[in-house]
Nanobody, 122 residues
Framework: QVQLVESGGTLVQAGGSLRLSCAAS????????MGWFRQAPGKEREFVAA????????HYANSVKGRFTISRVNAKNTVYLQVNSLKPEDTAVYYC???????????????WGQGTQVTVSS
């Protein structure tokens, strides 16, 4: 069993930056694809970014390309999402997920974190 805990979400002004972290415990996630998803109020959960187990392959949603960067440190069992040039429409709960399929999509994720709130003020 894998437990995922996100952190780093907060209130930030438009144009600002944050680094979200997802710490895994219970077992190593070095063989798992990892991803970030988000859900805004009244909307469905959507894909943000994913990284393969080795870190050699990365996917981004078009809406965040060039602004968000996903990375992982397998030795720390941790995945990061650097979010820059934040916009009010980035406001959402950000969830970390792990799965053994690449590319990682929501329906293939085996484990989910509880989420961290990112609020971007205009």
């Amino acid at each position: 069993q894998v437990q995922l805990v996100e952190s780093g979400g907060t209130l930030v002004q438009a144009g600002g930056s944050l680094r979200l972290s997802c710490a895994a415990s219970g077992r190593t996630v070095s063989s798992y694809s990892m991803g970030w998803f988000r859900q805004a109020p009244g909307k469905e959960r959507e894909f943000v970014a994913a990284i393969s187990s080795s870190g050699g392959s990365i996917h981004y949603a078009n809406s965040v390309k060039g602004r968000f960067t996903i990375s992982r440190v397998n030795a720390k069992n941790t995945v990061y999402l650097q979010v820059n040039s934040l916009k009010p429409e980035d406001t959402a709960v950000y969830y970390c997920a792990a799965g053994r399929i690449w590319p990682l999509v929501a329906r293939a994720a085996e484990y989910w974190g509880q989420g961290t709130q990112v609020t971007v003020s205009s």
